[in-house]
């Protein structure tokens, strides 16, 4: 069974850029989360989404922006890059149940982003 | 809002010789504690995970231990061995309102041979 994958695994952008990361679930996991991930701040969450519908947002600011596709593969954005968004961005898959009660997450390998 | 502590920041044991690591939170909703281990360049990997319904958890080398009155949990690794040796993060989070991680700020094992 495949675990989630990220893409791309590295990037590099110019500060004022925007960025798109990538993530595929575990097959039949409906449920997307994303963390930020940094020396200074630790594992911080950014935002889940389950049947295409953000259901859970962290303290981050509106440049950060994810969505879900009906096959749960997920996207997140961030604009307007700053040099403070430079982390390693992780995506988790679980499967939830009908009635949304936590199950088991798995991370992926992250998205390194560097903002130059 | 929820927030973990963990401790200790970093830990040495010699191979064979156990590890604990321990962490408290503060929000007594929280009722899901999961442990991740991050290996250099991975992304993090549940080991093991416990519900507030359950005081402990066992699998093979890793034990899992909950006091929910105390609002602190432990992981108990028997049995080093240098596989061992990465960063471990506990988590908290509340089991029917999403995947809202919490996460302590991690504990770097070494284990050494």
């Known amino acids: 069974k495949a675990g989630v994958t990220q893409t791309p695994r590295y990037l590099i952008k110019t500060r004022g850029q925007q960025v798109t990361l990538s993530c595929s679930p575990i097959s039949g996991h409906r449920s997307v989360s994303w963390y930020q991930q940094t020396p200074g701040q630790g594992l911080q969450f950014l935002f889940e989404y389950f049947s295409e519908t953000q259901r859970n947002k962290g303290n981050f600011p509106g440049r950060f922006s994810g969505r879900q596709f009906s096959n749960s593969r997920s996207e997140m954005n961030v604009s307007t890059l700053e040099l403070g968004d430079s982390a390693l961005y992780l995506c988790?898959?679980?499967?939830?149940?009908?009635?949304?009660?936590?199950?088991?997450?798995?991370f992926g390998q992250g998205t390194r982003l560097t903002v130059v | 809002g929820e927030n973990v502590e963990q401790h200790p920041s970093t830990l040495s044991v010699q191979e064979g010789d156990s590890a604990v690591i321990k962490c408290t939170y503060s929000?007594?909703?929280?009722?899901?504690f999961p442990w991740y281990k991050q290996e250099l360049g991975k992304g993090p990997q549940l080991i093991i995970d416990i519900r507030s319904n359950v005081g402990e958890k066992k699998d093979q080398r890793i034990a899992v231990t909950l006091n929910k009155t105390a609002k602190h949990f432990s992981l108990h690794i028997t049995e080093t061995q240098p596989e061992d040796s990465a960063v471990y993060f506990c988590a908290a989070s509340m089991w029917n309102y999403g995947q809202n991680f919490v996460f302590g700020p991690g504990t770097r094992l070494s284990v050494l041979p």
């Open positions: 988790a898959s679980s499967l939830r149940d009908i009635s949304y009660m936590n199950t088991e997450a798995f």
């Open positions: 929000d007594s909703a929280s009722n899901y």
